[in-house]
């Protein structure tokens, strides 16, 4: 299949791929940096493969040159990455967004972080870095030292207007009313619905992607759980996938059991916090109280089984650090009790009038709007995109376990909490498959020497497909590109309030369930 | 004396303090400064069935104007230092500050950065430190009952002085 | 409405009693790592490898200092799983919360 494909792509595009080469999974094509657009556009339109990240690696040291990758997902469980060379002298290259749209925010990241220009994008302001931020600066370039605190300038950052009679303007956050993370929600209203909406993040910008490359690769570990707070296990194991992918080394199967047993029980308390939370904001208190209980339960049972409430600290490269073995029975005896808990929750939710009068209808998000901004996880999946990373590109012990992914078509607040409530069963369902499954043997395997290259690591995190491409040279972290589920979904929400009343809106941004930190970084 | 019998008059103890200081109610303003947001899912599971720290009449206020206590988590990033340091000055004093989870208190795994502050003390005085990755619920009680202590020893010396 | 009513009648009270009673961490808990100074053999592994980098090995006027702030602390248990005589250990403790970052501190100390 993979070679099949790569001849088709090089049939169509003879003489603008420069060089191939494949590891694992992973087909890398090298091509002519003005036959970028044109080939991803073949890739996405015509062989409808999503694009699934876009980053840069500042190779001047050893190719004198910053190279682009631009990131498809394949059937078949096949990666392609079209890589282009950008010259520091001519730091520019030709955008992708047009043809795209979910190549946007990619961009200019790229253009913050590296100082690499996307000629021709449709909104080339500034993402990362705040008005504050001197010209000139780019934190992933190699020569910027991470200690740097560069002074603060003076500079204003113009937002979209919106004008006309009766047209106002609410500027909410980033400090906001109730305990969530910071970010800044301009929104453009005329009476109660909203007109447009604009929204300006990375106040959680901590400078994760450079720090990675200074800390040793046990390290790296922890910080990867540390990116989005409760996909702790979701990012923990794509980062650590992908350096063994790298190393060559196979995790025992136990561990492998063990990583999926970890995720299920992340995905679980996600959405049943998530599925509170929107309880909470159609007044439905009741619910909400439900189903905190219920995520408190799990949280509860996570700190019996890992010793942290939010699994830290359980992953390692090779493997997973305790076993988790003598806890089956207190599992499988919680998991019985809260599944019953849940349906009868579920039940009540779905049955009340007052909840299905906020729910349905409301924020929805076409399918076609989803599928060009490239939206993950439930999110998209309510949206009628039927992509999941464990069933499409397997990894730990998923191609072992037999599950459903539950796809709905409306896109609207209601077809993401029943996609939400449908996956918690099927994350119950594979926790007891996977315990009952579990193989013996050892529970890591030492990480002796590791050479040189590149590799993806992904994993299907509560929120949605969990990115990292990670490069080693020399023992150390040379680059690693970390993509959470929210960047691609934060943008969606533009999209999805519109028309709808602004006391609807954190309904909607709840049933997104968005990451700040994971989206900033 | 048990430890059961120590921990239940340590309880009485809050319950009286938060009674006889504030009328009744705690109000804590809490800021996120660039946390990873497992420190907010803790924060918000203290208002669950489970912890519910509305029985000690603790509340989270949604302005830091009617707040008694900054709550800040995170190492303090760059761009939302100028909106931490809004809110305090929004806090009427005599306030608290309390540092919850390891990167409030020095940075944490992300220490200092081009972006990360590396903890809040060094923005402003914080009262309180609680430690944790993140602190897990009761241990952020405990932290709110050496805050409520204090805050007791706060306002006895702006008394003195006036 | 009346299955509102059955739910959470059957469901009962779930509140717990901290502080009013302790609560005691489970078993394999992420606590407050604590240093065993006859078994530490002052090698410095857990000061390699602590990811926040918050446990100093330092010598001065003929003593061996190694200190540990639980300040920046991510309970990862690294120490733990690297020392070679099993002198450091996480603890079930949780309370932890302190008005200075002096008593965040543990110091173990040993003259060569």
Same mark, same amino acid.
């Given at each position: 299949?993979?070679?099949?494909?790569?001849?088709?792509?090089?049939?169509?595009?003879?003489?603008?791929?420069?060089?191939?080469?494949?590891?694992?999974?992973?087909?890398?094509?090298?091509?002519?940096?003005?036959?970028?657009? @044109?080939?991803c556009?073949?890739?996405?339109?015509?062989?409808?493969?999503?694009?699934?990240?876009?980053?840069? /690696?500042?190779d001047?040291?050893?190719?004198?040159?910053?190279?682009?990758?631009?990131?498809?997902?394949?059937?078949?469980?096949?990666?392609?990455?079209?890589?282009?060379?950008?010259?520091? /002298?001519?730091?520019?290259?030709a955008?992708?967004?047009?043809?795209?749209?979910?190549a946007?925010?990619?961009?200019?990241?790229i253009?913050?972080?590296?100082?690499?220009?996307?000629?021709?994008?449709?909104?080339?302001? @500034?993402?990362?870095?705040?008005?504050?931020?001197?010209?000139?600066?780019?934190?992933?370039?190699?020569?910027?030292?991470? !200690?740097?605190?560069?002074?603060?300038?003076?500079?204003?950052?113009?937002?979209r207007?919106?004008?006309?009679?009766g047209?106002?303007?609410?500027?909410?956050?980033?400090?906001?009313?109730?305990?969530?993370?910071?970010?800044?929600?301009?929104?453009?209203?005329?009476?109660?619905p909203?007109?447009?909406?604009?929204?300006?993040?990375?106040?959680?910008?901590?400078?994760?992607?450079?720090?990675?490359?200074?800390?040793?690769?046990?390290?790296?570990?922890?910080?990867?759980?540390?990116?989005s707070?409760?996909?702790?296990?979701?990012?923990?194991?794509?980062?650590?996938?992908?350096?063994?992918?790298?190393?060559?080394?196979?995790?025992?199967?136990?561990?492998?059991?063990?990583?999926?047993?970890?995720?299920?029980?992340?995905?679980?308390?996600?959405?049943?916090?998530?599925?509170?939370?929107?309880?909470?904001?159609?007044?439905?208190p009741?619910?909400?109280?439900?189903?905190?209980?219920?995520?408190?339960?799990?949280?509860?049972?996570?700190?019996?089984?890992?010793?942290?409430?939010?699994?830290?600290?359980?992953?390692?490269?090779?493997?997973?650090?305790?076993?988790?073995?003598?806890?089956?029975?207190?599992?499988?005896?919680?998991?019985?009790?809260?599944?019953?808990?849940?349906?009868?929750?579920?039940?009540?939710?779905?049955?009340?009038?007052?909840?299905?009068? @906020?729910?349905?209808?409301?924020?929805?998000? /076409?399918?076609?709007?989803?599928?060009?901004?490239?939206? %993950?996880?439930?999110?998209?999946?309510?949206?009628?995109?039927?992509?999941?990373?464990?069933?499409?590109? $397997?990894?730990?012990?998923?191609?072992?376990?037999?599950?459903?992914?539950?796809?709905?078509? /409306?896109?609207?607040?209601n077809?993401?909490?029943?996609?939400?409530?449908?996956?918690?069963?099927?994350?119950m369902?594979?926790?007891?498959?996977?315990?009952?499954?579990?193989?013996?043997?050892?529970?890591?395997?030492?990480?002796?020497?590791?050479?040189?290259?590149?590799?993806?690591?992904?994993?299907?995190?509560?929120?949605?497909?969990?990115?990292?491409?990670?490069?080693?040279?020399?023992?150390?972290?040379?680059?690693?590109?970390?993509?959470?589920?929210?960047?691609?979904?934060?943008?969606?929400? #533009?999209y999805?309030?519109?028309d709808?009343?602004?006391?609807?809106?954190?309904?909607?941004?709840?049933?997104?369930?968005? *990451?700040?930190?994971?989206?900033?970084? | 004396?048990?430890?059961?019998?120590e921990?239940?008059?340590?309880?009485?103890?809050?319950?009286?303090?938060? @009674?006889?200081?504030?009328?009744?109610?705690?109000?804590?303003?809490? %800021?996120?400064a660039?946390?990873?947001?497992?420190?907010?899912?803790?924060?918000?599971?203290?208002?669950?069935?489970?912890?519910?720290m509305e029985?000690f009449?603790?509340?989270?206020?949604?302005?830091?104007?009617?707040?008694?206590?900054?709550?800040?988590?995170?190492?303090?990033?760059?761009?939302? #230092?100028?909106?931490?340091?809004?809110t305090a000055?929004?806090?009427p004093? $005599?306030k608290? %500050?309390?540092?919850?989870?390891?990167?409030?208190?020095?940075?944490?795994?992300?220490?200092?950065?081009?972006?990360?502050?590396?903890?809040?003390?060094?923005f402003? $005085?914080?009262?309180?430190?609680?430690?944790?990755?993140?602190?897990?619920?009761?241990?952020?009680?405990?932290?709110?009952?050496?805050?409520?202590?204090?805050?007791?020893?706060?306002?006895?010396k702006?008394?003195?002085?006036? | 409405?009346?299955?509102i009513?059955?739910?959470t009648?059957?469901?009962?009270?779930?509140? *717990?009693?901290?502080?009013? !009673?302790?609560?005691?961490?489970?078993?394999?808990?992420?606590?407050?790592?604590?240093?065993?100074?006859?078994?530490?053999?002052?090698?410095?592994?857990?000061?390699?490898?602590?990811? $926040?980098?918050?446990?100093?090995?330092?010598?001065?006027?003929g003593?061996?200092?190694?200190?540990?702030?639980?300040?920046?602390?991510?309970?990862?248990?690294?120490?733990?799983?690297?020392?070679?005589?099993?002198?450091?250990?996480? *603890?079930?403790?949780?309370?932890?919360?302190?008005?200075?970052?002096?008593?965040?501190?543990?110091?173990?100390?040993?003259?060569?």
């Amino acid at each position: 299949m993979p070679e099949e494909l790569i001849e088709t792509i090089k049939k169509e595009f003879r003489n603008l791929i420069l060089d191939g080469t494949v590891s694992n999974n992973e087909t890398y094509l090298t091509v002519k940096k003005d036959a970028a657009v @044109r080939i991803c556009d073949y890739l996405h339109h015509t062989l409808d493969f999503p694009l699934i990240s876009i980053f840069a /690696t500042d190779d001047r040291a050893k190719d004198g040159c910053f190279k682009i990758h631009y990131v498809f997902s394949c059937k078949g469980d096949v990666f392609i990455i079209i890589k282009i060379k950008v010259e520091e /002298t001519t730091p520019r290259f030709a955008t992708l967004t047009h043809k795209i749209p979910a190549a946007n925010w990619y961009e200019r990241e790229i253009q913050d972080m590296f100082g690499l220009a996307p000629v021709g994008h449709p909104d080339p302001r @500034r993402l990362i870095h705040f008005e504050d931020w001197a010209a000139g600066l780019y934190p992933l370039r190699k020569d910027f030292d991470i !200690r740097t605190k560069p002074d603060r300038v003076k500079g204003e950052y113009t937002y979209r207007k919106v004008e006309g009679e009766g047209v106002y303007e609410i500027p909410v956050g980033p400090v906001h009313a109730g305990v969530i993370e910071p970010g800044h929600f301009r929104f453009s209203v005329a009476g109660e619905p909203i007109l447009n909406l604009e929204i300006r993040h990375f106040y959680t910008h901590k400078g994760v992607e450079k720090l990675f490359e200074s800390v040793s690769l046990d390290k790296a570990v922890f910080l990867a759980e540390r990116i989005s707070g409760d996909n702790s296990a979701a990012h923990a194991v794509a980062f650590c996938q992908a350096v063994e992918k790298i190393a060559g080394i196979d995790i025992p199967p136990r561990a492998k059991y063990i990583r999926t047993i970890l995720l299920e029980l992340e995905r679980m308390y996600n959405h049943m916090g998530d599925i509170a939370g929107i309880a909470t904001d159609v007044a439905y208190p009741f619910g909400a109280a439900h189903a905190n209980y219920l995520k408190e339960r799990v949280m509860q049972l996570n700190e019996k089984v890992t010793g942290s409430r939010f699994l830290r600290g359980m992953n390692a490269i090779g493997g997973v650090r305790r076993d988790i073995g003598d806890k089956k029975d207190m599992i499988l005896k919680e998991l019985d009790l809260m599944q019953k808990d849940f349906k009868e929750l579920m039940e009540l939710l779905f049955n009340s009038p007052s909840v299905a009068d @906020r729910i349905e209808t409301t924020g929805r998000i /076409t399918g076609e709007i989803a599928k060009g901004l490239h939206v %993950v996880g439930p999110a998209g999946r309510a949206s009628g995109i039927d992509s999941d990373v464990r069933r499409d590109h $397997p990894y730990a012990a998923y191609s072992e376990l037999t599950f459903k992914v539950p796809v709905l078509k /409306t896109g609207d607040v209601n077809a993401r909490t029943r996609v939400r409530a449908d996956e918690v069963y099927e994350s119950m369902a594979l926790i007891r498959q996977a315990l009952s499954d579990l193989p013996h043997g050892e529970i890591r395997t030492e990480l002796k020497t590791i050479h040189d290259g590149c590799a993806l690591g992904y994993s299907e995190a509560p929120r949605g497909e969990t990115l990292y491409w990670v490069n080693i040279s020399n023992n150390r972290i040379e680059r690693c590109k970390v993509r959470d589920p929210s960047f691609c979904n934060w943008l969606s929400i #533009e999209y999805a309030v519109l028309d709808n009343i602004v006391p609807d809106f954190p309904i909607i941004n709840k049933s997104l369930s968005l *990451s700040y930190s994971g989206n900033d970084m | 004396m048990t430890v059961d019998d120590e921990m239940e008059i340590m309880g009485q103890r809050l319950n009286r303090k938060i @009674r006889a200081l504030f009328g009744r109610s705690l109000s804590i303003r809490e %800021v996120d400064a660039g946390s990873c947001n497992a420190c907010e899912v803790e924060v918000n599971a203290l208002a669950n069935p489970v912890y519910d720290m509305e029985r000690f009449g603790i509340h989270i206020v949604a302005s830091p104007r009617h707040a008694d206590m900054l709550l800040v988590t995170g190492p303090v990033t760059r761009n939302m #230092e100028l909106a931490l340091l809004k809110t305090a000055n929004a806090t009427p004093e $005599p306030k608290l %500050v309390v540092a919850m989870g390891s990167c409030a208190c020095n940075g944490g795994i992300f220490g200092e950065t081009y972006a990360s502050g590396g903890g809040v003390d060094r923005f402003m $005085p914080v009262d309180v430190y609680i430690p944790g990755c993140p602190p897990r619920p009761q241990a952020v009680i405990f932290g709110l009952m050496v805050a409520v202590d204090k805050l007791e020893q706060k306002i006895k010396k702006s008394e003195v002085k006036v | 409405m009346f299955d509102i009513l059955i739910k959470t009648l059957r469901t009962g009270r779930v509140t *717990s009693k901290y502080p009013i !009673r302790q609560d005691i961490a489970p078993e394999g808990f992420r606590g407050k790592p604590e240093l065993l100074p006859d078994k530490c053999t002052f090698c410095g592994e857990c000061a390699r490898v602590c990811p $926040p980098g918050v446990i100093w090995l330092t010598k001065e006027k003929g003593e061996e200092k190694l200190t540990l702030s639980f300040c920046g602390c991510i309970f990862c248990g690294m120490c733990e799983e690297v020392c070679p005589g099993g002198a450091i250990r996480l *603890s079930q403790e949780y309370e932890l919360a302190s008005k200075t970052k002096d008593d965040l501190l543990t110091i173990i100390r040993r003259s060569v």
